[in-house]
């Protein structure tokens, strides 16, 4: 299927691994141009050495840390200045630390606020007045499960991320007239760092081997395994396609039915 995007402009948040890395890869293998960042600058630069390798396409690396609106802001005058506009945005970022309420301080929670949801709204704020004016855009906006079933001990991630939700759905509404189209995406368990991450800390909690943990994450999934990278990407470059062009406002679960919600 042509997905209808060569050529067009992308910026990726968090993207030198993991499923920023595969929705990046995702999009090259499209013909899009890349804006990448993340924190670590030497993952960064190699990541973009290798999809300019596997894809030939063009590929801006820029160190970021998205907590960090002067950060941010360069990204996109990076972007802008190389590309000459913004087509694509996919917002991501780390998850906040696992804990319980009583574990983390407010400084905890402005951290947490200022890395999941401020990184989201501040990359929309500047690259929706170039979607604008071309009346074309796509928003992605890498959320969790948890915004339809939160999970004991990321009160951080269950909190912020449903207030990505909150302003994928309402700047849908606002950014329709415009023809961009914004949409959240929402992981379950995928074979990632914070797959590990989780895994070693029930490990540690449960008294059991990180073998045994990491094989346990299967449970509860009726597909009976944890998803892989490039699963999750193939979705998120449907939504940025043309081929995505009556679909705004929603979020879609990515998890192997491991939520058991109806909606």
Known sequence: MDMGIK????????????????????????????AICARGQEELYKTAREIESE??????????DVSKTEDI???????????????????NAGGPPIGTFHDFTLEDWQRAVELNLFSTITFSKLVIPYMKEQNWGRIINMTSYT??????????????????TGLTKTLSNELGPYNILVNNVSPG?????????????????????????LKSMDSGIPLGRVGQPVEFANLVVFLASERASYITGTTILIDGGLSKGIM
Request: proline share 2%.
């Open 55 to 64: 894809t030939s396409t063009e590929v801006l690396a820029v160190p970021c």
């Open 147 to 164: 915004v339809k079933q939160p999970v004991d001990g990321l009160i951080l991630s269950n909190t912020v991320r449903a207030g990505i």
């Open 189 to 213: 368990r995928i074979h990632t760092d914070r797959i590990t991450q989780l895994a070693a800390e029930r490990a540690k909690r449960s008294g059991i081997t990180y073998e045994e943990a």
């Open 7 to 34: 050529d067009k402009i992308a910026i990726v948040a968090a993207s030198s691994k993991g499923l920023g890395k595969a929705v990046a890869l995702g999009l090259a293998r499209e013909g899009v141009k890349l």
């Open 73 to 91: 802001e360069k990204v996109v005058t990076e972007t802008v200045n190389k590309f000459g506009t913004v087509d694509i945005l996919v917002n």
